[in-house]
Protein backbone atom coordinates (compact mmCIF):
# COMPACT_ATOMS: atom_id res chain seq x y z
CA UNK A 1 0.00 0.00 0.00
CA UNK A 2 1.72 2.98 -1.14
CA UNK A 3 0.38 6.94 -0.14
CA UNK A 4 0.81 9.29 -2.35
CA UNK A 5 3.65 10.58 -0.61
CA UNK A 6 5.93 7.72 -1.33
CA UNK A 7 5.37 6.11 2.37
CA UNK A 8 4.44 2.62 2.30
CA UNK A 9 2.70 0.53 4.88
CA UNK A 10 4.44 -2.39 7.01
CA UNK A 11 2.84 -4.11 9.69
CA UNK A 12 4.68 -6.37 12.75
CA UNK A 13 3.64 -9.90 12.80
CA UNK A 14 1.65 -10.76 16.14
CA UNK A 15 2.25 -13.14 18.69
CA UNK A 16 1.60 -17.07 17.87
CA UNK A 17 2.89 -16.49 14.08
CA UNK A 18 6.00 -17.69 12.88
CA UNK A 19 8.28 -14.64 13.00
CA UNK A 20 6.57 -13.10 15.65
CA UNK A 21 7.49 -9.78 16.01
CA UNK A 22 9.32 -9.28 12.73
CA UNK A 23 7.65 -6.83 10.20
CA UNK A 24 6.64 -7.58 6.84
CA UNK A 25 4.25 -6.21 3.38
CA UNK A 26 0.32 -7.00 4.28
CA UNK A 27 -0.55 -9.88 2.57
CA UNK A 28 -1.22 -13.09 2.35
CA UNK A 29 -2.39 -16.68 0.18
CA UNK A 30 -4.36 -17.30 -2.86
CA UNK A 31 -7.23 -18.92 -2.61
CA UNK A 32 -8.37 -21.69 -5.02
CA UNK A 33 -9.68 -19.86 -7.97
CA UNK A 34 -8.20 -16.53 -6.95
CA UNK A 35 -6.57 -14.15 -8.98
CA UNK A 36 -3.58 -12.00 -7.79
CA UNK A 37 -5.63 -8.84 -7.93
CA UNK A 38 -8.44 -10.51 -5.81
CA UNK A 39 -6.36 -12.36 -3.37
CA UNK A 40 -5.17 -8.93 -2.70
CA UNK A 41 -8.24 -7.41 -2.04
CA UNK A 42 -9.49 -10.25 0.05
CA UNK A 43 -6.14 -10.06 2.57
CA UNK A 44 -6.01 -6.79 3.04
CA UNK A 45 -10.11 -6.77 3.81
CA UNK A 46 -9.36 -9.30 6.58
CA UNK A 47 -6.13 -8.25 7.45
CA UNK A 48 -6.77 -4.09 7.54
CA UNK A 49 -10.62 -3.46 7.19
CA UNK A 50 -9.83 -1.71 3.85
CA UNK A 51 -11.27 -2.16 0.21
CA UNK A 52 -9.21 -1.82 -2.76
CA UNK A 53 -9.91 0.78 -5.16
CA UNK A 54 -6.93 0.53 -7.50
CA UNK A 55 -4.28 -1.53 -7.32
CA UNK A 56 -1.90 -3.42 -9.97
CA UNK A 57 0.29 -6.49 -10.34
CA UNK A 58 4.40 -5.83 -9.92
CA UNK A 59 6.69 -8.01 -9.63
CA UNK A 60 6.79 -11.82 -8.59
CA UNK A 61 9.92 -12.86 -6.76
CA UNK A 62 10.89 -16.48 -5.69
CA UNK A 63 12.20 -16.90 -2.04
CA UNK A 64 13.86 -19.40 -0.32
CA UNK A 65 13.08 -19.53 3.54
CA UNK A 66 15.32 -22.17 5.55
CA UNK A 67 11.85 -24.15 6.07
CA UNK A 68 10.28 -23.51 2.35
CA UNK A 69 10.57 -21.73 -1.27
CA UNK A 70 7.89 -19.48 -1.57
CA UNK A 71 6.71 -17.31 -4.66
CA UNK A 72 5.58 -13.79 -3.68
CA UNK A 73 3.03 -11.82 -6.10
CA UNK A 74 3.83 -8.05 -4.95
CA UNK A 75 1.30 -5.46 -6.18
CA UNK A 76 0.57 -2.11 -5.75
CA UNK A 77 -1.94 -0.68 -3.87
CA UNK A 78 -2.64 3.13 -4.79
CA UNK A 79 -6.31 3.97 -3.67
CA UNK A 80 -8.53 2.37 -1.11
CA UNK A 81 -11.04 2.94 0.84
CA UNK A 82 -10.45 3.12 4.65
CA UNK A 83 -8.53 3.69 7.33
CA UNK A 84 -5.62 0.20 7.71
CA UNK A 85 -6.23 -0.91 11.10
CA UNK A 86 -4.65 -4.28 12.86
CA UNK A 87 -7.41 -6.56 12.70
CA UNK A 88 -5.25 -9.66 13.21
CA UNK A 89 -3.37 -7.47 16.29
CA UNK A 90 -0.68 -6.54 14.34
CA UNK A 91 0.88 -3.18 14.92
CA UNK A 92 1.17 -0.91 11.73
CA UNK A 93 3.52 2.01 10.54
CA UNK A 94 3.95 3.75 7.60
CA UNK A 95 7.62 4.02 6.42
CA UNK A 96 9.31 5.67 3.99
CA UNK A 97 12.24 4.93 2.17
CA UNK A 98 15.46 7.52 1.73
CA UNK A 99 19.27 6.89 0.78
CA UNK A 100 21.02 5.37 3.68
CA UNK A 101 23.66 7.63 5.26
CA UNK A 102 27.19 5.87 5.13
CA UNK A 103 27.54 5.80 9.25
CA UNK A 104 24.06 4.24 9.01
CA UNK A 105 25.70 2.21 6.57
CA UNK A 106 28.32 1.48 8.41
CA UNK A 107 26.81 0.93 11.62
CA UNK A 108 24.55 -1.39 9.94
CA UNK A 109 26.83 -3.35 9.01
CA UNK A 110 28.93 -3.30 12.98
CA UNK A 111 25.76 -4.30 14.05
CA UNK A 112 25.57 -7.62 11.74
CA UNK A 113 29.06 -8.79 11.91
CA UNK A 114 28.56 -8.59 15.60
CA UNK A 115 25.35 -10.73 15.82
CA UNK A 116 27.05 -12.92 13.27
CA UNK A 117 30.13 -13.67 15.44
CA UNK A 118 27.59 -13.89 18.71
CA UNK A 119 25.82 -16.79 16.47
CA UNK A 120 28.94 -18.56 15.90
CA UNK A 121 30.52 -18.53 19.17
CA UNK A 122 27.06 -20.42 20.58
CA UNK A 123 27.48 -23.11 17.71
CA UNK A 124 31.44 -23.74 18.90
CA UNK A 125 30.33 -23.90 22.72
CA UNK A 126 28.06 -26.25 21.12
CA UNK A 127 24.86 -24.76 21.30
CA UNK A 128 21.51 -25.45 18.90
CA UNK A 129 20.46 -22.08 18.56
CA UNK A 130 16.32 -22.42 17.02
CA UNK A 131 15.91 -21.51 13.48
CA UNK A 132 14.40 -18.07 14.51
CA UNK A 133 17.46 -16.99 16.46
CA UNK A 134 19.50 -17.97 13.61
CA UNK A 135 17.58 -16.10 11.31
CA UNK A 136 17.52 -13.14 13.70
CA UNK A 137 21.28 -12.87 13.57
CA UNK A 138 21.72 -13.35 9.95
CA UNK A 139 18.97 -10.73 9.47
CA UNK A 140 19.99 -7.90 7.70
CA UNK A 141 18.35 -4.18 7.76
CA UNK A 142 17.99 -2.55 4.58
CA UNK A 143 21.18 0.16 5.62
CA UNK A 144 23.44 -3.07 5.47
CA UNK A 145 21.56 -4.88 2.33
CA UNK A 146 20.39 -1.75 0.38
CA UNK A 147 22.45 0.72 1.38
CA UNK A 148 18.68 2.12 1.95
CA UNK A 149 17.06 3.76 5.26
CA UNK A 150 13.04 3.16 6.62
CA UNK A 151 11.94 6.13 8.42
CA UNK A 152 11.10 6.06 10.95
CA UNK A 153 13.60 3.39 11.74
CA UNK A 154 11.58 -0.21 11.84
CA UNK A 155 12.59 -3.74 12.23
CA UNK A 156 13.88 -6.33 12.01
CA UNK A 157 12.46 -7.29 8.36
CA UNK A 158 11.55 -10.31 6.93
CA UNK A 159 14.39 -11.31 4.51
CA UNK A 160 11.23 -11.34 1.37
CA UNK A 161 10.82 -7.75 2.76
CA UNK A 162 14.03 -6.15 1.37
CA UNK A 163 13.78 -6.58 -2.18
CA UNK A 164 10.34 -4.48 -2.69
CA UNK A 165 11.90 -1.67 -0.84
CA UNK A 166 14.92 -1.66 -3.51
CA UNK A 167 12.57 -1.68 -6.52
CA UNK A 168 10.60 1.21 -5.18
CA UNK A 169 14.14 3.51 -5.03
CA UNK A 170 13.66 3.35 -8.51
CA UNK A 171 12.00 5.91 -9.92
CA UNK A 172 9.03 5.17 -12.17
CA UNK A 173 9.72 7.79 -15.33
CA UNK A 174 13.02 7.12 -17.26
CA UNK A 175 14.07 9.82 -19.72
CA UNK A 176 16.65 9.27 -22.37
CA UNK A 177 18.72 11.42 -23.86
CA UNK A 178 18.91 12.45 -27.47
CA UNK A 179 21.12 15.50 -27.65
CA UNK A 180 22.38 14.30 -31.31
CA UNK A 181 25.18 17.26 -31.90
CA UNK A 182 27.16 19.92 -30.13
CA UNK A 183 24.84 22.89 -31.39
CA UNK A 184 22.04 21.09 -29.31
CA UNK A 185 23.50 20.93 -26.24
CA UNK A 186 22.64 24.42 -25.05
CA UNK A 187 18.98 23.90 -25.50
CA UNK A 188 19.22 20.25 -24.26
CA UNK A 189 20.42 21.47 -21.20
CA UNK A 190 17.42 23.99 -20.75
CA UNK A 191 14.90 21.27 -21.49
CA UNK A 192 16.92 18.88 -18.59
CA UNK A 193 16.47 21.96 -16.18
CA UNK A 194 12.76 22.05 -16.94
CA UNK A 195 12.31 18.02 -16.24
CA UNK A 196 14.72 18.05 -13.32
CA UNK A 197 12.23 20.99 -11.85
CA UNK A 198 8.90 19.22 -12.69
CA UNK A 199 10.58 15.98 -10.33
CA UNK A 200 12.42 14.05 -12.96
CA UNK A 201 14.70 11.21 -11.08
CA UNK A 202 16.24 9.05 -13.45
CA UNK A 203 17.85 9.78 -16.57
CA UNK A 204 20.05 7.93 -19.09
CA UNK A 205 22.76 9.15 -20.79
CA UNK A 206 22.95 7.74 -24.70
CA UNK A 207 24.19 9.71 -27.53
CA UNK A 208 25.36 6.40 -30.12
CA UNK A 209 24.93 8.62 -33.38
CA UNK A 210 26.95 11.76 -31.69
CA UNK A 211 29.43 13.13 -34.88
CA UNK A 212 32.48 12.57 -32.93
CA UNK A 213 31.88 9.26 -32.30
CA UNK A 214 30.11 7.40 -28.48
CA UNK A 215 34.11 7.98 -27.02
CA UNK A 216 34.31 11.47 -28.01
CA UNK A 217 35.66 13.35 -25.14
CA UNK A 218 33.73 16.83 -25.39
CA UNK A 219 30.59 14.47 -25.24
CA UNK A 220 32.04 13.32 -22.01
CA UNK A 221 31.98 17.03 -20.55
CA UNK A 222 28.67 17.17 -21.96
CA UNK A 223 27.89 13.94 -19.30
CA UNK A 224 29.59 15.78 -16.94
CA UNK A 225 27.49 18.71 -17.17
CA UNK A 226 24.23 16.31 -17.10
CA UNK A 227 25.22 14.92 -13.71
CA UNK A 228 26.40 18.01 -12.01
CA UNK A 229 22.91 19.35 -12.83
CA UNK A 230 21.19 16.17 -11.81
CA UNK A 231 22.56 15.40 -8.39
CA UNK A 232 21.33 18.61 -6.91
CA UNK A 233 17.59 17.55 -7.87
CA UNK A 234 18.21 14.24 -6.47
CA UNK A 235 18.25 12.60 -9.70
CA UNK A 236 20.60 10.21 -10.94
CA UNK A 237 22.01 9.32 -14.16
CA UNK A 238 23.13 5.98 -15.90
CA UNK A 239 25.53 5.52 -18.50
CA UNK A 240 24.74 3.32 -22.35
CA UNK A 241 26.94 0.92 -22.61
CA UNK A 242 27.15 2.58 -25.79
CA UNK A 243 29.95 4.60 -23.91
CA UNK A 244 33.13 4.06 -22.67
CA UNK A 245 33.00 1.78 -19.36
CA UNK A 246 34.88 4.47 -17.66
CA UNK A 247 32.58 6.92 -18.00
CA UNK A 248 30.81 5.00 -15.27
CA UNK A 249 32.93 6.95 -12.83
CA UNK A 250 31.42 10.17 -13.88
CA UNK A 251 27.54 8.78 -13.42
CA UNK A 252 25.35 6.84 -11.30
CA UNK A 253 25.19 3.79 -12.97
CA UNK A 254 25.06 2.01 -16.28
CA UNK A 255 22.10 1.11 -18.44
CA UNK A 256 23.79 -1.98 -20.52
CA UNK A 257 21.90 -2.95 -24.10
CA UNK A 258 20.90 -6.07 -24.37
CA UNK A 259 23.64 -7.18 -26.43
CA UNK A 260 26.53 -5.82 -23.80
CA UNK A 261 24.55 -7.86 -21.20
CA UNK A 262 27.75 -10.49 -19.58
CA UNK A 263 27.42 -13.59 -17.97
CA UNK A 264 27.96 -12.39 -14.65
CA UNK A 265 26.91 -8.51 -13.10
CA UNK A 266 29.53 -5.79 -14.02
CA UNK A 267 31.69 -4.61 -11.16
CA UNK A 268 30.36 -1.07 -10.47
CA UNK A 269 31.23 1.55 -7.77
CA UNK A 270 29.07 1.23 -4.01
CA UNK A 271 25.62 2.67 -4.44
CA UNK A 272 25.20 2.36 -8.37
CA UNK A 273 22.37 1.18 -10.05
CA UNK A 274 22.10 -1.35 -12.73
CA UNK A 275 19.42 -1.16 -15.54
CA UNK A 276 19.25 -3.14 -18.46
CA UNK A 277 17.50 -3.62 -21.72
CA UNK A 278 14.98 -6.48 -22.96
CA UNK A 279 13.10 -7.61 -25.69
CA UNK A 280 11.98 -11.10 -24.62
CA UNK A 281 11.62 -13.34 -21.66
CA UNK A 282 14.61 -14.44 -22.17
CA UNK A 283 16.53 -11.60 -21.85
CA UNK A 284 14.23 -9.85 -19.01
CA UNK A 285 15.59 -13.40 -17.00
CA UNK A 286 18.83 -12.63 -17.89
CA UNK A 287 18.54 -9.26 -16.37
CA UNK A 288 16.91 -11.00 -13.49
CA UNK A 289 20.28 -13.02 -13.14
CA UNK A 290 22.37 -10.23 -12.94
CA UNK A 291 20.79 -8.99 -10.22
CA UNK A 292 19.46 -5.34 -12.09
CA UNK A 293 17.80 -2.71 -10.57
CA UNK A 294 15.11 -2.93 -13.27
CA UNK A 295 14.74 -3.59 -17.03
CA UNK A 296 13.27 -1.74 -19.64
CA UNK A 297 11.19 -3.49 -21.80
CA UNK A 298 10.61 -2.44 -25.22
CA UNK A 299 8.86 -1.96 -28.11
CA UNK A 300 5.75 -1.86 -26.25
CA UNK A 301 3.46 0.01 -28.85
CA UNK A 302 4.65 0.86 -32.81
CA UNK A 303 7.22 4.36 -32.89
CA UNK A 304 8.66 6.66 -35.48
CA UNK A 305 12.40 5.34 -34.72
CA UNK A 306 11.37 1.81 -35.73
CA UNK A 307 8.59 1.91 -38.62
CA UNK A 308 7.38 -0.96 -39.50
CA UNK A 309 7.29 -2.44 -35.79
CA UNK A 310 4.12 -3.62 -34.39
CA UNK A 311 5.35 -3.33 -31.00
CA UNK A 312 4.65 -5.81 -28.42
CA UNK A 313 1.22 -5.10 -27.35
CA UNK A 314 0.26 -4.18 -23.28
CA UNK A 315 -1.28 -7.81 -22.99
CA UNK A 316 1.76 -9.62 -23.66
CA UNK A 317 3.67 -6.71 -21.90
CA UNK A 318 2.04 -7.27 -18.86
CA UNK A 319 2.51 -11.15 -19.04
CA UNK A 320 6.47 -10.58 -19.71
CA UNK A 321 6.23 -8.15 -16.86
CA UNK A 322 4.44 -10.18 -14.42
CA UNK A 323 7.16 -13.06 -14.32
CA UNK A 324 10.08 -11.19 -14.95
CA UNK A 325 11.59 -10.93 -11.29
CA UNK A 326 12.39 -7.17 -10.99
CA UNK A 327 11.00 -3.91 -11.97
CA UNK A 328 10.06 -3.72 -15.58
CA UNK A 329 9.58 -0.23 -17.33
CA UNK A 330 7.82 0.33 -21.10
CA UNK A 331 9.37 2.07 -23.54
CA UNK A 332 8.29 2.55 -26.73
CA UNK A 333 5.15 4.66 -27.80
CA UNK A 334 4.79 5.75 -24.24
CA UNK A 335 4.31 9.18 -22.70
CA UNK A 336 2.20 10.88 -19.99
CA UNK A 337 -0.97 9.79 -21.47
CA UNK A 338 0.07 5.90 -21.32
CA UNK A 339 1.57 5.51 -17.90
CA UNK A 340 -1.90 4.84 -16.31
CA UNK A 341 -1.95 2.27 -19.00
CA UNK A 342 1.61 1.06 -17.67
CA UNK A 343 0.69 0.77 -14.79
CA UNK A 344 -2.51 -1.03 -14.66
CA UNK A 345 -0.62 -3.73 -16.49
CA UNK A 346 2.39 -3.99 -14.38
CA UNK A 347 4.79 -1.71 -15.34
CA UNK A 348 7.11 0.11 -12.73
CA UNK A 349 7.01 3.00 -14.96
CA UNK A 350 7.62 4.32 -18.28
CA UNK A 351 10.71 5.25 -20.44
CA UNK A 352 11.09 7.19 -23.49
CA UNK A 353 12.88 9.80 -25.23
CA UNK A 354 10.83 12.36 -27.68
CA UNK A 355 7.78 12.53 -24.97
CA UNK A 356 9.91 13.36 -22.00
CA UNK A 357 11.67 16.26 -22.36
CA UNK A 358 9.27 18.78 -23.02
CA UNK A 359 9.83 19.41 -27.06
Known amino acids: MLRPDGSLLLGQRPEGKPYAGWWELPGGKLEPGETILQALARELKEELGVTVLESST????????????????????????GEPRGLESQALQWGRIRDASEAEVQAARRDHGERLKA????????????????????????????????????????????????????????????????????????????????????????????????ADDALRQVLKQVVARARPAGARVLVNSAHPRDWIADADGVHLRAADVPAQRPKLPPGAMLGVSAHDAAE?????????????????????????????????????????GLPVLALGGQSADTRATALAHGAHGIAGISGFWGG
Open 58 to 81: WVTHVHAYSHATVRLYFCRVTRWE
Open 284 to 324: LERARQLDADFAVLAPVLPTRSHPGQPGLGWETFGTLALHA
Open 119 to 214: LEARIARGEQPTDLETAQARAQSPEDALGLALEPRIGPLLPATLPPLRWLHVPDTYAITHIGSPGNVDAFLRRLDAALASGLKLIQFREPDWPGGA
